[in-house]
């Protein structure tokens, strides 16, 4: 798109690739625009932070708590757990449209924590409360839950899966709302470290929960833990609300389905029109609109032709805008059809880091867990342990690798660009796969031998993992942020833990069509199967989501933004 001989004295700068991802929505849909400070994103991290401190405190230990306090069955408890979680993942994508189209992303959080709270002292008042939990087992008589304790726990469940999908779903841009946008190289690296750090809070909060959290409900009282969960999560909600004069706050924009349906529909209705010979460069025969205040437009780009049609202008000039659209709007849709490839890919990469809570704990249990000679590891703290390492990474990576990049790469550059990232993290689980694979071959030979494998060889292969989720989680974090139109920012960002939960539902599908057609290598004794040759299958499976992750990030065309200076808004 170039600009018009009536607007001539716009001043307009392109961007393209990462750098856009620094700019925000116009500043004429923000409530109170002012100089950014680090107060903002400060009081989202250290939120998030403790949010996922109160999240996980919930989530790690739920199948545990089902089992030995409400003593539900394991099939029970392993349903609705896999319910819990599918949902948890889920309602961010309806709180993000309901940020993004009328609530507005403060809003969203503010409503969405009434909930949260609300959930986590239900859920702290039925373990402390004797009528609403079952009496303690007798030797091995154990009282399954009434159904009215039942209904308690799982309505104060559901009440906190509402709660966090809509915190989720509408913090991390509401946090990146906070920075300029000026779209300079220096505002740039402000915001892909605020990224990184975002995902380091969520797992150092993983970790506390995993460790103390966890001690404390198992050792001390279940009523302590979820009680620090629900006192975090108010000193969260203490923290943001007290932090709201410092907030940049952006309006929201009205529902974006609209638009995409409005595309949908004019470009059917002109599918037998001509697109002009200058669409192709640049765009500037086709339909804009330049509205006072508004400082962010989509250039026109190449490819998907018959989307461009909807922004064709008729010869009559009385077309209603069910009948064509701007160039802007078109591109919005361009870019989702460009995203939809590429999410997909990120289904299958989560499915493979499924494999770090499931195979890899059963791997473990089959293995000596004493390290130093003495000491004894609990099988499920090594999740701690790649918790652990990936704060490591996550340091590695902010400090080392990307002002390496930055230094060895084109001059101006941000170093890696997010689609190079997330190649990288998808080659590294690949890797991971394969050394999983390697260890178990070399356990059963040991055992085959009379000897125990120790644990402390599952290392590398939880160190590629966290190195491979650093990469990928925060680039994807980024990515589906700086690509998304901007009044889809919330719903796009959402999209990361959709990934992750149909992730959750490819493994399950994955484990059944192995144990049907090759029930030898996931036998109930490991001694006696092959875990090894089920590790290769997802090795095999991750490179080749890899190699077409590539051919996709190849031809990926970034999302381009012109930006208008203020003074043209008046000419």
Request: proline fraction near 4%; glycine fraction near 10%; charged fraction near 15%.
């Amino acid at each position: 798109m170039t600009p018009s001989a009536s607007n001539g004295k716009e001043m307009t700068k392109l961007e393209s690739g990462d750098a856009s991802s620094s700019s925000s929505s116009s500043t004429a849909t923000m409530r109170n625009p002012r100089r950014f400070t680090w107060t903002g994103p400060a009081i989202v991290l250290g939120f998030e932070l403790l949010e996922s401190i109160a999240f996980s405190g919930v989530a790690l230990n739920l199948v545990v708590y089902l089992g030995t306090v409400l003593h539900g069955t394991t099939a029970f408890n392993a349903a609705h757990v896999d319910t819990w979680n599918g949902t948890t993942f889920i309602v961010p994508v309806i709180g993000a449209f309901l940020a993004d189209s009328c609530w507005g992303k403060y809003n969203t959080i503010v409503a969405s924590l009434l909930f949260y709270l609300a959930g986590l002292v239900l859920l702290t008042l039925s373990a402390g409360i004797s009528p609403l939990r079952p009496a303690s087992c007798e030797g091995i008589s154990c009282p399954q839950a009434t159904g009215k304790q039942f209904s308690v726990f799982f309505a104060a469940l559901y009440l906190t899966s509402i709660g966090t999908g809509g915190v989720k779903s509408a913090l991390l841009p509401f946090g990146a709302e906070q920075y300029d946008v000026d779209g300079t190289p220096e505002e740039a690296l402000r915001k892909q470290s605020f990224f990184t750090w975002f995902f380091g809070a969520i797992n150092l909060g993983i970790f506390v929960a995993g460790t103390l959290v966890s001690w404390l409900q198992q050792n001390v009282s279940w009523a302590l833990g979820f009680g620090v969960s629900a006192l975090c999560l108010l000193l969260a909600a203490v923290g943001f609300l007290a932090g709201t004069p410092w907030y940049r706050m952006q309006r929201p924009t009205g529902s974006p389905l609209k638009d995409i349906l409005r595309v949908m529909v004019a470009s059917v209705r002109k599918r037998k029109a001509k697109l002009p010979a200058a669409a192709g460069h640049g765009g500037a025969v086709l339909h804009e609109v330049a509205e006072d205040g508004d400082l962010q437009k989509l250039a026109h780009t190449k490819g998907l032709g018959c989307l461009d049609k909807a922004a064709v202008k008729g010869g009559d000039g009385k077309e209603g805008p069910w009948d064509l659209c701007t160039v802007s709007e078109v591109e919005g849709v361009k870019i989702l059809a460009r995203m939809a490839p590429i999410w997909l890919t990120c289904v299958l990469y989560a499915a493979s880091l499924g494999q770090m809570t499931t195979t890899f704990i059963q791997q473990g249990m089959a293995m000596d867990n004493k390290v130093f000679g003495r000491l004894k590891v609990p099988v499920a703290s090594m999740v701690s342990v790649e918790v652990a390492f990936m704060l490591l990474w996550v340091l590695l990576h902010d400090t080392v690798i990307m002002p390496l990049a930055r230094r060895w790469g084109p001059a101006g550059s941000a170093g890696l660009t997010q689609l190079q990232r997330m190649g990288v993290g998808r080659f590294l689980v690949v890797v991971a796969m394969g050394t999983a694979a390697l260890v178990e071959r070399r356990r059963l030979h040991n055992f085959a031998a009379g000897r125990m494998m120790g644990i402390a060889w599952q290392v590398p292969q939880f160190v590629l993992v966290a190195g491979s989720d650093v990469f990928c989680g925060i680039a994807q974090l980024e990515f589906f942020y700086g690509e998304a139109p901007a009044s889809m920012r919330s719903i796009c960002s959402a999209l990361s833990f959709l990934a992750l939960s149909l992730g959750f539902y490819v493994n399950t599908a994955v484990v059944t069509a192995v144990s049907h057609l090759r029930p030898g290598w996931l036998a109930p004794d490991l001694n006696a199967g092959h875990l090894d040759y089920y590790f290769w299958l997802w090795a095999v499976i991750g490179a080749g989501n890899l190699l077409l992750y590539m051919l996709l990030a190849a031809r990926y065309t970034t999302k381009q933004v012109v930006l208008h200076s203020p003074s043209s808004s008046s000419t």
